[in-house]
């Protein structure tokens, strides 16, 4: 409850409009609560009277009394939905917004799923909520204690013989809230792994095609269908008991009425009007409380869906700016490892990347060499500070880079990354990505550089052809090349390639390395390659093993004094170390 108790402050800016929509259930139950005296009047002294003026007269005040609780009822229901949409909108913007916010480290934690079952699902429980607190769960306890009330002024003794059944009453509401309300947490629980099976496949559609498993994920979609359907049918076998119960409970009340109250009509104490009127008070006492029942599943699923949007929200960003972080500007792009560790998780007793030191100086290429999980992904993340190092510093131009603002930082350094990530647009779109200001000129400029130019012209529309999601709809050497162009239309002073041509065949990658060479000139380059032909001309070659660095120099160095790179040439090339190319 207390993380539903946060969340009330998204409530805050829309109290006005909550405040009137409570007022005018107020009004709702005031006026619900007059039609049974009026039914007493009509009954006792129109019909019992043969009086058709007071039966006319009762009959049209209780139709413009029905008409105005109508018209009450839908300007409480336009200002209900109003707050719980907008409540909905805010909370969902400051989930996104947060979310944004997260560092890779972050993300590495908290999943696609989850973070979409929170931006949906989770929001959709706690709007629906609001809008049910605004329309029914006030109503509740106005209609319960008016009626009780009602009942007392207008015969105590019948009231507190009826008013015997509500502690029982209740007694069934709270032990079917207490049983109901882990059940319906579980299938919040269950619910999450399903959306998550579910992300998983409709996103991973074509590898479950490819290796023939559909029958494997039906057979894990329908289990934890199943699982979610038992769960519920623990909950509906709890209302198909309670619901008889409260209806038992209410004719019980209803014979009860009329046979104690029968009495005092023959002895003259209570007419039939009252008796009547006391029978809708008795139903208007047990709705409340069935109301109550039935909120008791959508109060137990919103607060489990408060506490996982609460946990998004309360998170911290691993990566943060400190209160004094400078502006990077203009820089010549010397980077500097000095004495580096990194670990992903700061518990792990061994670290990804141990006793780094590299040196890039301005201009420079650095290719960087090494076996899948040696670290080279890690080592080339710490310079745009998507992670933090864990040990020693990297700095740019002599500055920590954690002393640097990371809007700023990132804004000098182009990168390419080894997941190609492509959004649903046009190709000229996709590559204005980092900087939609630039002309067409700059674009083409930059398409032609990473040999995207070509193929970008074989489409029909060119450059306003269509990307599906996640670039499907090109192959993984086109979206390769439209990633580095949109890395080079950036003109960082720092570019970052990694591993950004393992999808392009040799011919076409030796036609990019020889556009970017010029341009590299510039700029302070890393190149993370899977080929040793790439990085044949780099100004420094860096051989990663195991999280550190094993041999470092040019190609013609480390082929003299390097065993590992040697072996890594001679694998590739398979020229028996003839080093002359």
Same mark, same amino acid.
């Given at each position: 409850m207390s993380s539903l108790t946060k969340l009330l402050q998204y409530v805050k800016p829309y109290r006005r409009d909550a405040v009137l929509a409570m007022i005018l259930l107020a009004l709702v139950v005031v006026v619900d609560l007059s039609i049974p005296q009026f039914v007493q009047v009509l009954i006792d002294q129109g019909i019992a009277g043969k009086d058709m003026g007071v039966i006319l007269n009762t009959s049209i005040i209780m139709i413009g009394i029905s008409i105005l609780s109508a018209i009450l009822s839908i300007i409480n229901s336009v200002f209900s939905v109003r707050v719980s949409q907008s409540f909905g909108a805010d909370l969902r913007k400051a989930v996104y917004h947060k979310i944004q916010s997260f560092s890779f480290g972050n993300l590495d934690y908290y999943k696609t799923g989850k973070l979409l079952i929170r931006l949906t699902s989770d929001i959709n429980q706690l709007q629906t909520l609001v809008l049910l607190s605004l329309r029914m769960l006030i109503r509740a306890p106005l209609l319960l204690i008016g009626s009780i009330a009602l009942m007392l002024m207008m015969n105590q003794q019948l009231a507190f013989m009826m008013l015997l059944l509500l502690p029982l009453t209740l007694i069934f509401t709270i032990v079917f809230i207490r049983i109901a309300q882990p059940i319906f947490k579980r299938v919040q629980k269950k619910l999450e792994v399903?959306?998550?099976?579910?992300?998983?496949?409709?996103?991973? !559609?074509?590898?479950?095609?490819?290796?023939?498993?559909?029958?494997?994920?039906?057979?894990?979609?329908?289990?934890?269908? &199943?699982?979610?359907?038992?769960?519920?049918?623990?909950?509906?076998?709890?209302?198909? !008991?309670?619901?008889?119960?409260?209806?038992?409970?209410?004719?019980?009340? *209803?014979?009860?009425? &009329?046979?104690?109250?029968?009495?005092?009509?023959?002895?003259?104490?209570? /007419? !039939?009007?009252?008796?009547?009127?006391?029978?809708?008070?008795?139903?208007? /006492?047990?709705?409340?409380?069935?109301?109550?029942?039935?909120?008791?599943?959508?109060?137990?699923?919103? *607060?489990?869906?408060?506490?996982?949007?609460?946990?998004?929200?309360?998170?911290?960003?691993?990566?943060?700016? $400190?209160? @004094?972080?400078?502006?990077?500007?203009?820089? $010549?792009?010397?980077?500097?490892?000095?004495?580096?560790?990194?670990?992903?998780?700061?518990?792990?007793?061994?670290?990804?990347?141990?006793?780094?030191?590299?040196?890039?100086?301005?201009?420079? *290429?650095?290719?960087?060499?090494?076996? /899948?999980?040696?670290?080279? *992904?890690?080592?080339?993340?710490?310079?745009?500070?998507?992670?933090?190092?864990?040990?020693?510093?990297?700095?740019? @131009? @002599?500055?920590?880079?954690? @002393?640097?603002?990371?809007?700023?930082?990132?804004?000098q350094i182009g990168i390419s990354l080894q997941e190609i990530i492509l959004f649903s647009g046009t190709i000229r779109n996709n590559i204005k990505y980092g900087n939609p200001e630039a002309t067409q000129e700059a674009v083409i400029n930059a398409a032609k550089a990473a040999q995207a130019h070509e193929f970008i012209n074989s489409f029909p529309d060119g450059y306003d052809s269509i990307v599906g999601q996640r670039g499907v709809n090109l192959s993984g050497g086109q979206k390769q090349r439209i990633a580095i162009a949109r890395a080079l239309l950036l003109n960082p002073k720092i570019l970052i390639l990694d591993d950004s041509t393992s999808f392009i065949d040799v011919e076409t990658e030796a036609k990019i390395h020889e556009a970017l060479e010029e341009l590299m000139k510039t700029r302070t380059s890393f190149i993370v390659a899977q080929r040793v032909s790439t990085v044949l001309n780099a100004d420094k070659i860096v051989v990663i093993n195991g999280g550190k660095i094993v041999a470092e120099g040019t190609h013609h160095e480390l082929m003299e004094s390097s065993p590992i790179y040697q072996e890594i040439y001679n694998s590739q090339l398979g020229n028996g170390g003839n080093d002359d190319e």
């Amino acid at each position: 409850m207390s993380s539903l108790t946060k969340l009330l402050q998204y409530v805050k800016p829309y109290r006005r409009d909550a405040v009137l929509a409570m007022i005018l259930l107020a009004l709702v139950v005031v006026v619900d609560l007059s039609i049974p005296q009026f039914v007493q009047v009509l009954i006792d002294q129109g019909i019992a009277g043969k009086d058709m003026g007071v039966i006319l007269n009762t009959s049209i005040i209780m139709i413009g009394i029905s008409i105005l609780s109508a018209i009450l009822s839908i300007i409480n229901s336009v200002f209900s939905v109003r707050v719980s949409q907008s409540f909905g909108a805010d909370l969902r913007k400051a989930v996104y917004h947060k979310i944004q916010s997260f560092s890779f480290g972050n993300l590495d934690y908290y999943k696609t799923g989850k973070l979409l079952i929170r931006l949906t699902s989770d929001i959709n429980q706690l709007q629906t909520l609001v809008l049910l607190s605004l329309r029914m769960l006030i109503r509740a306890p106005l209609l319960l204690i008016g009626s009780i009330a009602l009942m007392l002024m207008m015969n105590q003794q019948l009231a507190f013989m009826m008013l015997l059944l509500l502690p029982l009453t209740l007694i069934f509401t709270i032990v079917f809230i207490r049983i109901a309300q882990p059940i319906f947490k579980r299938v919040q629980k269950k619910l999450e792994v399903l959306n998550q099976i579910l992300q998983e496949n409709l996103s991973g !559609i074509r590898v479950v095609k490819v290796f023939v498993r559909r029958e494997h994920e039906n057979k894990r979609f329908n289990e934890a269908n &199943i699982d979610i359907m038992q769960e519920s049918f623990k909950v509906a076998r709890l209302i198909s !008991i309670l619901f008889p119960i409260m209806l038992l409970l209410m004719n019980l009340s *209803t014979v009860g009425i &009329i046979y104690f109250g029968g009495i005092q009509v023959s002895a003259g104490d209570l /007419t !039939i009007g009252e008796i009547i009127a006391f029978i809708n008070y008795i139903l208007s /006492t047990m709705f409340p409380l069935l109301m109550l029942a039935m909120m008791a599943g959508q109060i137990s699923s919103s *607060t489990v869906s408060a506490e996982r949007v609460m946990e998004i929200i309360d998170a911290s960003a691993q990566v943060q700016d $400190k209160p @004094d972080a400078q502006t990077l500007k203009d820089i $010549k792009g010397r980077v500097v490892f000095k004495n580096v560790d990194f670990s992903y998780n700061t518990d792990s007793s061994k670290p990804v990347l141990q006793n780094i030191n590299l040196v890039a100086e301005p201009g420079q *290429t650095v290719a960087i060499l090494g076996e /899948t999980g040696s670290g080279k *992904t890690s080592l080339i993340n710490l310079i745009p500070r998507f992670y933090d190092v864990t040990k020693g510093k990297v700095t740019i @131009d @002599d500055i920590d880079v954690r @002393d640097i603002t990371q809007n700023s930082l990132r804004s000098q350094i182009g990168i390419s990354l080894q997941e190609i990530i492509l959004f649903s647009g046009t190709i000229r779109n996709n590559i204005k990505y980092g900087n939609p200001e630039a002309t067409q000129e700059a674009v083409i400029n930059a398409a032609k550089a990473a040999q995207a130019h070509e193929f970008i012209n074989s489409f029909p529309d060119g450059y306003d052809s269509i990307v599906g999601q996640r670039g499907v709809n090109l192959s993984g050497g086109q979206k390769q090349r439209i990633a580095i162009a949109r890395a080079l239309l950036l003109n960082p002073k720092i570019l970052i390639l990694d591993d950004s041509t393992s999808f392009i065949d040799v011919e076409t990658e030796a036609k990019i390395h020889e556009a970017l060479e010029e341009l590299m000139k510039t700029r302070t380059s890393f190149i993370v390659a899977q080929r040793v032909s790439t990085v044949l001309n780099a100004d420094k070659i860096v051989v990663i093993n195991g999280g550190k660095i094993v041999a470092e120099g040019t190609h013609h160095e480390l082929m003299e004094s390097s065993p590992i790179y040697q072996e890594i040439y001679n694998s590739q090339l398979g020229n028996g170390g003839n080093d002359d190319e």
